[in-house]
T-cell receptor, first 121, second 115 residues
Framework: AQSVTQLDSHVSVSEGTPVLLRCNYSSSYSPSLFWYVQHPNKGLQLLLKYTSAATLVKGINGFEAEFKKSETSFHLTKPSAHMSDAAEYFC???????????????????FGKGTLLTVNP | GAVVSQHPSWVICKSGTSVKIECRSL??????MFWYRQFPKQSLMLMAT?????????EQGVEKDKFLINHASLTLSTLTVTSAHPEDSSFYIC???????????FGPGTRLTVT
């Protein structure tokens, strides 16, 4: 079983200031973790992913996240917000596909409820 | 990266009619695809797992007779909303995992409005 908790439903920052979007997870397996961004009426775009390699993961558009197993956290950060960063962000956990005979079910993703990021000029 | 397309991107239909939504993996084969539903200002909820050549697996609470899924080839899965009602109006998104690099690719979504 796996679950994701995004601790803030809405985060508001000023342009040029740091962004912190918080995510905690639980998983029965060694998890893979993702952050996706969704602009209004658009599909999802992958920002970054953690799949048991380096714990500090760098993604697109200056975002990065750190996997902390002891805290079961995978918080998303960016040093300086841009207006174009305003969107909905989803933290996602996936089961590992490394299990034999697991078929497709271990690619099943569990989404957090999302955090709406507002960037003020 | 790999591309997943959906068609149509939006559709308006009358209550009681059926609507088919297609999900295609354009440059990779997908033996498994996933269908999600997203209501306004909410997260994505997994509806079902589509398996090529076999029956789909539905999540608890999803009516399999209402949401028919067919995964007829390695690049195409279809979701048919039968006898649609206004409460079925939603944003439907599909995804497909690329097993080679362990990443899922999402379609752009289909906005369904039932009047």
């Amino acid at each position: 079983a796996q679950s994701v908790t995004q601790l803030d439903s809405h985060v508001s920052v000023s342009e040029g200031t740091p962004v912190l979007l918080r995510c905690n997870y639980s998983s029965s397996y060694s998890p893979s973790l993702f952050w996706y961004v969704q602009h209004p009426n658009k599909g999802l775009q992958l920002l970054l992913k953690y799949t048991s390699a380096a714990t500090l993961v760098k993604g697109i558009n200056g975002f990065e996240a750190e996997f902390k197993k002891s805290e079961t956290s995978f918080h998303l950060t960016k040093p300086s917000a841009h207006m174009s960063d305003a969107a909905e962000y989803f933290c996602v956990v996936s089961g590992t596909p490394k299990l034999k005979n697991s078929g497709g079910s271990n690619y099943k993703l569990t989404f957090g409820k999302g955090t709406l990021l507002t960037v003020n000029p | 990266g790999a591309v997943v397309s959906q068609h149509p991107s939006w559709v308006i239909c009358k209550s009681g009619t059926s609507v088919k939504i297609e999900c295609r993996s354009l440059d990779f084969q997908a033996t498994t695809m996933f269908w999600y539903r997203q209501f306004p200002k909410q997260s994505l909820m997994l509806m079902a797992t589509s398996n090529e050549g076999s029956k789909a697996t539905y999540e608890q609470g999803v009516e399999k007779d209402k949401f028919l899924i067919n995964h007829a080839s390695l690049t195409l899965s279809t979701l048919t909303v039968t006898s649609a009602h206004p409460e079925d109006s939603s944003f439907y998104i599909c995804s497909a995992p690329d097993r080679g690099i362990y990443e899922q690719y999402f379609g752009p979504g289909t906005r369904l409005t039932v009047t």
